[in-house]
């Protein structure tokens, strides 16, 4: 009742316990559109009341209008084969309802699933859309788990994780090293993304993306769209090269290869995300680095081009941030953002757990991610990234994914339901103002150098340690000591 509420419908409750010749008599009086019915008592039991409810409409003449059921799966099973009701629910199945009362769509099969992240979060709405990152060390592996996944209907974006050889060599065999499916599957030809992607056409139809790569940004951005029909794109400004030793470019080249694959994804108006703020955060830089990074990468992105903005929030990075903090950081960030909106700049908001908090046992894991996802709906975002609980101890099978999203679901459904405000509490909204103060200056400093949009300028602001963490020494030492001045 209260999804439908929601949704616009004008609701009627008749409280527990209804007799039938109280429903008639409703029904009769009121006269509408859709009568909801639920029973959870023993199955055997119902399907006797059922029947004689349902003879008592049809005698009554008011079968004439949508019947919808909810009850236990024995229940549920039992009443598809009479076909009496236009839909049924066993309680787990919240998302089909909404779908229901969106689309008025009869059978799970009839449903069509957008196949854009836009229409996908507006057809979720109020509900996030979920992502996960999935790729094995095997492709005939990732294959199968695509199909598994894919058939539970448990998310709605598979991220493709592909190896380092895929990400940094795909277009040169010749420079790829011995470690087959480090870090992800093996992707070596244009039909083995095809054959991933044809996986995932089954279930609820996910959408699929992938890395945008370390080298030859374009050709492998014009590839995946023709294979996996990209859902959108994930770039860095200053990351995935020799810095971080991700990719064989260096910093410099980087930096403008990144501006060049964002002004081409702008010019196809495919969605943008930047892989910015966490990177940072995961080399321990100071928080207003990691938000001044994330603003930038934004404020550049709507100066290419680009019309729809996924701003990633990755909590929990570094893993000993305490919650207070971590909301604030996002918040902050959050807020300069959003502040470039306009009607031809949309932001999507996107959450995650990171990676590095998950302890290495796995039920402490499980209470991790419920607690990640439960301080991420602090945000409303749009797009739930999910990280699997088992990401500490190994690579996440089909079934950790499966897993990871139900956990993931619940605390969401919970959440929206209604849940405290941690927003407002003082010590989160003084430490917000005073990150956006500071972040605020390192932009202005960076501004000062010249034009964001120069790849040189974004160079210099790192050379000159504007952006800077404290895990980049070794690079700076070790790399480039002839190129940047201590």
């Known amino acids: 009742m209260q999804l439908a509420e929601k949704q616009g419908y004008e609701t009627i409750f008749l409280g527990p316990a209804v007799e039938t010749e109280q429903l008639i008599n409703a029904i009769r009086e009121h006269n509408p559109d859709i009568v909801g019915l639920s029973y959870r008592l023993t199955p055997k039991t119902g399907i006797k009341i059922l029947k004689q409810l349902k003879r008592r409409i ?20 039992s009443e598809k084969q009479d076909g009496f009701f236009s839909v049924y629910f066993k309680g787990d199945d919240t998302e089909n309802a909404i779908s229901y009362l969106k689309e008025g769509v009869v059978e799970e099969k009839q449903r069509t699933f957008p196949q854009n992240i836009i229409d996908r979060i507006e057809s979720k709405s109020p509900y996030p859309v979920l992502r996960h990152h999935f790729g094995l060390p095997s492709l005939e592996e990732t294959v199968l788990g695509i199909k598994k996944i894919a058939e539970n209907r448990c998310l709605d974006v598979i991220s493709l994780g592909t190896d380092q050889n895929a990400q940094a060599h795909f277009f040169h065999p010749e420079r790829m090293s011995t470690s087959e499916g480090a870090g992800g599957v093996p992707v070596r030809t244009k039909e083995d993304y095809k054959l991933l992607f044809q996986a995932s056409r089954r279930g609820n139809y996910p959408l699929m993306r992938t890395y945008a ?12 769209v023709d294979t996996i029909n990209n859902a959108w794109t994930a770039i860095p400004i200053f990351w995935y090269n020799q810095m971080d030793g991700r990719g064989p470019m260096d910093l410099e080249a980087s930096i403008k290869a990144h501006l060049d694959a964002i002004k081409w994804h702008a010019k196809k ?17 100071k928080d207003e680095v990691a938000i001044a990074s994330g603003f930038l990468g934004a404020y550049i992105c709507k100066e290419l081009g680009v019309r729809n903005f996924i701003s990633q929030y990755m909590f929990n990075t570094p893993p000993q941030t305490n919650q207070r903090d971590d909301l604030a950081k996002m918040l902050a960030q959050k807020e300069m953002i959003e502040s470039l909106q306009d009607d031809n700049f949309v932001v999507y908001t996107q959450t995650r757990t990171g990676l590095f908090s998950y302890p290495i046992d796995l039920d402490m894991a499980k209470g991790q991610l419920a607690q990640s996802v439960m301080l991420q709906m602090q945000l409303n975002p749009h797009i739930v990234h999910v990280v699997s609980y ?32 941690m927003i407002w509490d003082p010590y989160v909204l003084e430490r917000k103002l005073e990150l956006i103060e500071k972040a605020n200056y390192l932009v202005n400093a960076i501004k000062s150098i010249g ?6 300028v974004l160079y210099q602001s790192v050379k000159r340690r504007i952006l800077h963490a404290p895990q980049l020494d070794s690079y700076r030492t070790k790399r480039i000591r002839e190129i940047f001045s201590f």
């Open 58 to 77: 049809i005698e009554e003449g008011l079968s004439e209008r949508e019947f919808m059921l909810g009850g236990l799966p024995e229940l549920v099973h």
């Open 213 to 224: 790569g370390t080298d030859d940004l374009i050709k492998l951005a014009q590839l995946y």
């Open 269 to 285: 108006n495919i969605p943008v995300e930047i892989l910015e703020s966490h990177q940072w955060s995961m080399r321990d830089s």
């Open 390 to 421: 088992s990401e500490a101890n190994h690579a996440a099978t089909p079934e950790n994914v499966i897993e990871s999203c139900k956990i993931a679901k619940q605390v969401i459904a919970k959440c929206l339901e209604g849940q405290p405000s």
């Open 451 to 456: 034009s964001v949009l120069d790849s040189k």
